[in-house]
């Protein structure tokens, strides 16, 4: 089998999803750390989006971090991250997208809101989405991860802004909502796992980066 080149970013939520997948598979793969600032020919050849992760197995390229992920469980089949049930997996699926398309966008928009009536929808959003994984995902589980005692594809897609929730509280005084007892729970037991601690960055990674970004001090308490 072919050796994995993959292109990341240390900063890139995405990219940490699939590093900690092959870091959990035990796959050997080559990684090649991408200024997202200046993209490199090579990668834009591989990465058609100019997105980050990508990966180059062999002949395939494949980028998006769902996709990749995926393609790696199936060709990597062992530890396996999804169920192999066709219903159950399909399940699993709609929590991915569920990550992509509810709890991303509503993150992103009370943290990078244009105003304060933006953030606060995007405040609204977001807990929302929290109090929903508590309830129809850790709630509905017979173990201690999403879809049960199995460290899967699912908690890989949530975990990467779980991580920078101490972003939320810096820039926007929003913290863990009490109502979610089983989520931070979870969140205390996946920020444990191996492949989590060798992919993470300090809160104080994130503040310096987002106060740039946000063009808010870093230093001030909110």
């Given at each position: 089998m072919s050796h994995i080149q993959l292109y990341f970013a240390k900063a890139s939520t995405f990219s940490q999803r699939t590093r900690v997948v092959l870091l959990e598979k035990?796959?050997?793969?080559?990684?090649?750390?991408?200024?997202?600032q200046s993209k490199p020919e090579e990668f834009l050849k591989i990465s058609r989006y100019g997105k980050v992760p990508a990966i180059k197995h062999g002949d395939a390229q494949i980028y998006e971090s769902a996709i990749i992920n995926e393609y790696l469980d199936e060709v990597f089949p062992e530890p396996p991250l999804s169920p192999h049930d066709p219903a159950a997996k399909a399940i699993a699926r709609i929590w991915i997208d569920y990550a992509n398309t509810r709890l991303v966008p509503a993150f992103n928009k009370l943290l990078r809101g244009k105003n304060t009536q933006e953030q606060e929808q995007g405040k609204r959003e977001f807990l929302e989405s929290l109090l929903y994984i508590e309830?129809?995902?850790l709630g509905k589980s017979n173990g201690q991860y999403l879809l049960g005692d199995n460290f899967s594809l699912v908690d890989i897609s949530?975990?990467?802004?779980?991580?920078?929730?101490?972003?939320l509280e810096h820039f926007r005084n929003f913290s863990f909502p009490s109502q979610t007892p089983r989520l931070q729970q979870w969140w205390n037991i996946v920020r444990d796992r191996d492949s989590i601690r060798a992919v993470a960055n300090p809160t104080s990674f994130y503040v310096e980066r987002f106060s740039k970004i946000l063009g808010e001090p870093s230093a001030v308490a909110r």
């Open positions: 035990g796959i050997d793969f080559t990684p090649i750390e991408i200024d997202l309830q129809e995902g949530f975990y990467p802004w779980f991580e920078r929730l101490p972003v």
